[in-house]
């Protein structure tokens, strides 16, 4: 067994094999003629004589040409039926033209970047240059002058940028949404930012920046902002925060109801915390909110019948059940939306 290969799926061993190198090229051959699932790796450690066959879920892969006896297996002619529709990207894949390789299986690799560095001795070939990195990464300008460092905070920070999330934001309902006031298309540009159409949905703002002394205020990372730039709306975005609630139906014809709760109801809190809403029980359009207010007053049936009065009647005592602001969240309401869920119970937004 010692002079054997030894397999491994997903980290485990699962048997030895005489000639380890011949089967990684049986295998990899097997997966480009689609005999199993593209998403498949297999990487052949030669200093250990160690087969790895990775299938397991959360493994970062990406695509690469493949290149066999010097020449990359995607022609130009590939590239003019993907052009006129005749081919598609899963066309490639399937006929083993591109595959995904995880960073294990890339160790055994060598990759050309372009048709013109392709020798026999490589293996695969890049797609393009801007397929070395992720799109984010790729929407870092001058990315070749940065710290590697200094890379991944800036990919970190594309991610979180504001923008326009949707054309039809107003109109939408989410837990949680940012929107950029004032957004504006880039002026430095990656190749990456046109190939996304990034111009079309913008998420950056272009400030003038100035690196100099300013009257001994200069510190490590500190900003001196223009008082006028921000009061025109520099930098500002909105957050929107979405709460709802439920007319729910209980057993017995008992329901919940969106109303103001009255000092009869178990949990009332007082009057200044139901000081915004309506008749209807919903707080009025564009009201400035404050922590602990309520915005959807909303009263629920007791968990357990009273005991009877002494006229032979149940009293019901309502309970409080009203949808407050969230700690730390004071803001304006924008929209309030009234309409009915699958179950035909009320909903409030």
Known sequence: MASQGKVYINGRLIGFYPNPEKLTRDLIRARREGK?????????HDDTQEIY???DAGRVQRPLIVVENGKPAVTQQHIQQ???GKL????????GFIEYVDAEEEENLLVAMNAENVTKNHSHMEIHGTALLSVVSGMIPYLPHDLAGKSLHGAKMLKQAQGIGAINQRLRTDTESFLLNYPQKNLIKTKVMDLIELDKRPQVQNMVVAILPYRGFNMLDAVVLNKGAVERGMARSFYYRNYESFENRYPGGQRDRFEIPTEETVGYLGEEFYANLGEDGLVELETIVKEKEILIGKTSPPRFLEEINEFGVVKETRRESSITIRKGKPGTVDTVLVTEDDSGNKLAK
Not at 88 to 94: F, G, K, M, Q
């Open 36 to 44: 199993f699932k593209s998403q498949v790796n297999i990487a052949f």
């Open 53 to 55: 066959i990775n299938t």
């Open 82 to 84: 993907v052009q006129e």
């Open 88 to 95: 598609s990207w899963n066309d490639l894949i399937e006929q």
